[in-house]
């Protein structure tokens, strides 16, 4: 430990590891469960717990401190965006020689939507439940296990000696560069960089076969495939997962002070710039609404103390979310077509990769006089495309 580090809580245990050493790299204080969306009737108020993420000393894993929440999964509705990013990556996979058509293939998807199987269908593969199989597929799925090293062993021991595993993960370099803190929920207990999941292949006998980087969640996808260290595929290390590894260890993902001073300024950033926008909007006039009812937005709202006095109502493509509220401010929740009714004068879209197509399913905004304001990593107003 060096001045100024700050020790997870007593009792806390390495998800990989089990070592007590850590740093805690981010703390933004008490936030309601990710994947709580009230109903107006729900009683006050709600339940809100300390949100912490620590760096493990020895394992170099990005990680959730600690979450007493119960899971209440709501699932949503898949994204233009993270289909194309599916099929681009079954592409470079195919490209690649990792899918051979007529194989079994185990799915571990996120259990808030979104898989494969769309994508891998017109191979032939045969889905399995139980046994092994010769590709295996995780789309956001094993961050999800609170006991990392159990999940990573689990899918090895299902994987055959000449199979392949595929990890498309949201990589927390991005955390870093792009200043996206509210990444961080509950639920969701590993938080994995090129080199954390690297090593932690390493050591229990998996080699990357290869990396290849994406665009989607500003710059932070990565696709990582893996093959077992004694089996024909994983004689040595891909140079794309090398120079990946070397690229993210520069920005510093394995030093907790450059960790922590990149994610907390870029937490009070955050929050502070989005609550000027709210009273500068307030001062001039404008109705604000907003779109994208996610777990991550939660946290900036609650965070930067946004109130249903500042935003009258978020829209959100999920029927299961519909007529539900945002957990403590209690904003409604409403389908995209009450929105472009409302007719605001600027609606907050609160996942940027949306933009091309809520722009496309909703003119109406922009047609009545309205902008989008995307809000990572500020607020900054949309201009309307000119007519054509």
Not at 32 to 51: E, K, N
Not at 198 to 219: C, D, F, K
Request: glycine share 10%; proline share 9%; aromatic share 6%.
């Amino acid at each position: 430990m060096t001045t100024g580090d700050v020790e997870p809580v007593e009792g806390w245990r390495d998800r990989w590891s089990g070592s007590p050493e850590g740093v805690v790299v981010l703390d933004i204080g008490e936030q309601p469960p990710s994947d709580l969306f009230p109903w107006p009737t729900d009683p006050l108020p709600d339940p809100r717990y300390p949100l912490r993420m620590v760096l493990g000393s020895t394992s170099g894993l990005l990680q959730l401190e600690h979450d007493p929440t119960t899971p209440e999964e709501i699932v949503g509705v898949e994204p233009a965006a993270l289909v194309r990013q599916a099929e681009m990556c079954v592409a470079d996979a195919v490209t690649a020689g990792l899918i051979r058509p007529g194989t079994r293939v185990i799915h571990y998807p996120s259990p808030h939507g979104g898989s494969w199987h769309r994508q891998l269908e017109p191979f032939g593969l045969t889905d399995v439940e139980t046994g092994d199989a010769d590709l295996i597929v995780d789309v956001h799925g094993m961050m999800h296990a609170p006991d990392q090293k159990r999940a990573f062993l689990e899918r090895r021991d299902r994987l055959t000696d000449g199979g392949v595993l595929l990890f498309m993960i949201h990589n927390a370099s991005a955390m870093v560069r792009e200043g996206m803190w509210n990444t961080l929920k509950s639920g969701h207990f590993a938080y994995y960089t090129t080199p954390s999941l690297v090593r932690m292949g390493h050591e229990i006998g998996l080699t990357a076969i290869g990396a290849w980087s994406y665009p989607l969640y500003h710059h932070g996808t990565t696709m990582l495939a893996f093959a077992k260290a004694d089996g024909p595929l994983g004689n040595a290390q891909a140079t794309s997962v090398t120079e990946l590894v070397r690229k993210e260890a520069e920005l510093g993902v394995l030093q907790p002070g450059r960790l922590r001073s990149a994610l907390h300024t870029a937490f009070t950033h955050s929050a502070n710039t989005l609550r000027a926008y709210l009273d500068s909007a307030e001062v001039d006039g404008l109705t604000l609404a907003g779109y994208g009812a996610a777990s991550r937005t939660a946290a900036l709202l609650t965070s930067a103390g946004v109130t249903v006095e500042d935003l009258a109502m978020i829209a959100d493509a999920s029927p299961a979310k519909h007529g539900r509220t945002m957990p403590v401010s209690r904003i409604p929740i409403i389908a995209p077509h009450d929105l472009a009714g409302a007719r605001p004068d600027r609606v907050l879209l609160f996942i940027s990769d949306l933009l091309p197509e809520v722009r496309a399913a909703l003119p109406e905004i922009e047609a009545s006089g309205g902008r989008w304001v995307i809000v990572d990593p500020v607020p900054t107003d949309v201009q309307p495309d000119r007519p054509r």
